[in-house]
């Protein structure tokens, strides 16, 4: 496989500011793979939205490469919208037409059979509001019509700016089944951005975590659950920690004390239990003993901590 | 390109829809005619002298372009200019207009050209609706004499014509206020201080370097009461180059303005 098919979106030292001396986005190597459902997650103000609006064109490029689908994006801009949906930030729908009518003023465009816009509504779950005025949705209904837009003119990449905003918790599931259903029966690429992890864990095939306009992890899901096991640590709290240290030093070298805790790097369970027979041996009450897991969540924070 | 272009006008045409920008042209073209039939529906003995004067049609029309020359024609060309593009920054439709596959040119002339028409749209609406405000009031009261004379389409639509090109610098430089700032205020604003001082410039010399006048000019010249004369060109000239020129600016800055939505 040739890089042009195995990354649908790439960037390369993409680096952007608005003020002078003050990069909002630092060298950031982006590479979504084909077929996959790229997470891009970061807090807020980390650089998603800039990232974002650049692989889609609404800002000028001051310095890198954006490639989708294997073309230049400054070279190939029109091809290249033409297979690309996307949602950025807020709705964009026109509040004085109904719902028909905003699909079918991108349909003129797209010139997509006039039948899709039928399709669009009813896979989004909004079949029956198709004569209904825009300004009389909710949030969440905008949502799932600008989802609908996104979808006119049947994408092979999907870019999704915190597609969930103003969902209810149903309204997410739902949303995370279609783009699943998406992403796996119609092999679209889905590049979706937000700033809560555990929103998006249960959907993603990879992920990239920028903060402060860096891109600081970026890695199949299944890599940052290896950094989660290994970001694992066993803590033990007894009656005298000085002395116990000395003691799990000696069978553990890497053992350090840390806000009243003795803190150990992951350990199988016989030697977890060979440690507690040496303190108990030496005379030292042990008063609490634990693996500590690291959530994905946490791993997230402590990326974006440190 | 051109196949583009006409999805493209028509994708914006629909925008326009029910759209503030469009009543306010629908009304805009009924405003003056519809109040002159009502007045001469009510002063009923007012009606027999005006048909008299001839040639009436003539100066029927000049008489319905006295407040829309000077004031109505810019001022709606301002507000109708500023809400369409407003229907995007209001619905935050530049991204998803510049996200379509349409190369930028497409983008600009397509929404310009959708502003020029619904202007000409209002200039086709007040002519016809002149005409009709000049012969309900005789068909209502069929006692009254109708004019003799045959209606002048020719002059009419030339008239009306003149107008129009009158008004292009004005659509010209409202468009480019209203695609290039957000604020509705902004392009509002500059629009009617514009239009301010276009009336305080009539007394001026040089008048014929202040575009925005052009409209109340021509209606001058119809009257034959126009103070200057224009020592460089023709009015409809001046004009015209004042169109293309801020067509021209507006275009450049639209296509390297570094945020698109």
Redesign the interface.
């Known amino acids: 496989m040739n890089q042009a098919s195995m990354y649908c979106i790439e960037t390369t030292h993409l680096t952007h500011q608005f003020a002078p001396g003050k990069n909002i986005l630092d060298d950031i190597n982006l590479q979504v793979p084909t077929g996959s459902i790229y997470g891009f997650l970061g807090p807020n103000g980390a650089g998603k939205t800039t990232t974002l609006?650049l692989i889609?064109?609404?800002?000028?490029k001051q310095k890198g490469e954006i490639r989708i689908f294997g073309q230049s994006l400054a070279e190939n801009?029109?091809?290249i919208?033409?297979k690309?949906g996307?949602l950025?930030?807020?709705?964009?729908?026109?509040?004085?037409?109904t719902a028909a009518?905003n699909l079918?003023?991108?349909q003129?465009?797209?010139?997509s059979p006039k039948a899709r816009i039928p399709e669009v509504l009813e896979l989004v779950g909004l079949p029956d509001t198709a004569n209904k005025k825009v300004s009389q949705f909710s949030l969440g209904m905008k949502q799932r019509l600008s989802i609908a837009?996104a979808l006119l003119n049947q994408p092979d990449l999907l870019i999704l700016d915190e597609p969930t905003n103003g969902l209810d918790p149903n309204g997410i599931i739902e949303m995370r089944e279609l783009l699943k259903r998406l992403n796996q029966e119609q092999g679209i690429t889905i590049l979706i951005s937000s700033h809560l992890l555990a929103e998006i864990e249960k959907l993603v095939t990879h992920v990239g975590i920028i903060h402060k306009g860096q891109l600081l992890f970026e890695g199949t899901l299944p890599d940052l659950v290896h950094k989660q096991q290994e970001s694992s640590r066993v803590s033990l709290i007894t009656n005298d920690n000085a002395r116990s240290l000395q003691l799990v030093q000696s069978l553990q070298p890497e053992a350090q004390q840390q806000n009243g805790k003795l803190l150990l790097p992951l350990l199988p369970p016989e030697q977890i239990a060979q440690l507690n027979r040496h303190l108990v041996q030496n005379n030292i009450d042990v008063y609490h003993l634990a693996v500590e897991k690291n959530d994905l969540e946490s791993i997230f924070m402590e990326l974006v901590n440190n | 390109m051109a196949t583009i272009l006409l999805n493209s006008i028509q994708s914006e045409w629909m925008k326009t829809k029910r759209s503030a920008a469009f009543w306010l042209v629908l009304s805009g073209g009924f405003f003056i005619p519809g109040i002159l039939t009502l007045v001469h529906l009510v002063y009923i003995k007012k009606l027999g002298k005006i048909y008299a004067n001839t040639p009436f049609w003539e100066k029927w029309l000049i008489n319905g372009w006295e407040s829309m020359s000077v004031l109505l024609i810019p001022m709606g060309i301002v507000l109708a200019t500023s809400l369409i593009a407003q229907l995007e920054y209001k619905s935050n439709g530049w991204k998803q207009v510049h996200t379509t596959p349409q190369n930028l040119t497409t983008v600009f002339f397509a929404k310009y050209t959708v502003v020029l028409v619904l202007m000409l749209q209002m200039f086709v609406l007040f002519g016809l609706s002149m005409y009709l405000a000049g012969a309900i009031p005789a068909w209502y009261y069929g006692h009254i004499q109708y004019p003799k004379e045959a209606f002048p389409w020719g002059r009419f639509i030339q008239i009306n014509a003149s107008f129009y090109v009158m008004a292009l610098p004005i659509v010209a430089l409202q468009y480019l206020l209203s695609i290039q700032f957000k604020n509705f205020m902004v392009s509002l604003g500059a629009g009617v201080a514009l239009v301010v001082a276009a009336i305080i410039a009539l007394s001026w010399r040089y008048v014929y370097l202040v575009p925005y006048t052009y409209g109340a000019i021509y209606y001058l010249q119809l009257q034959g009461k126009m103070r200057f004369k224009s020592n460089i060109l023709d009015i409809h000239y001046l004009a015209l180059i004042y169109f293309f020129a801020f067509t021209l600016l507006s275009y450049i800055l639209y296509l390297t303005k570094k945020e698109k939505g």
Not at chain 1, 56 to 60: D, Q, R, S, T
Not at chain 1, 108 to 111: A, E, L, P, R, S
């Open positions: 609006r889609l064109g609404l800002l000028k801009r029109v091809a919208l033409r690309l996307s950025i930030e807020t709705p964009s729908l026109y509040g004085h037409l009518e079918l003023l991108l003129k465009i797209y010139q837009v």
